[in-house]
């Protein structure tokens, strides 16, 4: 089994900063993308960042680059820097990863997400 597990939510205030960690675990026999999610309130689940295993990364338009992901493959672990956080930032953030369990078995998996909430 795989399982991933985010770490690093909380509230803190308007301009400030959080960083998310996600690391997978369980029999891996490699990890390909991962990726960060949220969803708020009343809305659809929307991308984040992703990243490749070779560190190609991909940022969603509106957060204007206050974001940053990254990762450490040697820990199957992904991260997300949050700088300059806004209120509409608020949400459940949800990482991912498409892991590679053997050569004849792959997967996309999901983790339980964790609250961000910033107050104004």
């Known amino acids: 089994q795989v399982q991933l597990m985010e770490s690093g939510g909380g509230l803190v205030q308007a301009g400030g900063s959080l960083r998310l960690s996600c690391a997978a675990s369980?029999?891996?026999?490699?990890?390909?993308?991962m990726g960060w999610y949220r969803q708020a309130p009343g809305k659809q689940r929307e991308l984040v960042a992703t990243?490749?295993?070779?560190?190609?990364?991909a940022y969603a338009d509106s957060l204007k680059g206050r974001f940053t992901i990254s990762r450490d493959n040697a820990k199957n672990t992904v991260y997300l820097q949050m700088n300059s956080l806004k209120p509409e930032d608020t949400a459940v953030y949800y990482c991912?990863?498409?892991?590679?369990?053997?050569?004849?078995?792959?997967?996309?998996?999901w983790g339980q997400g964790t609250q961000v909430t910033v107050s104004s």
């Open positions: 991912n990863a498409e892991a590679l369990l053997s050569l004849a078995s792959r997967g996309i998996y």
């Open positions: 369980g029999i891996i026999f490699s990890i390909n993308a």
């Open positions: 990243i490749t295993s070779g560190g190609s990364t």
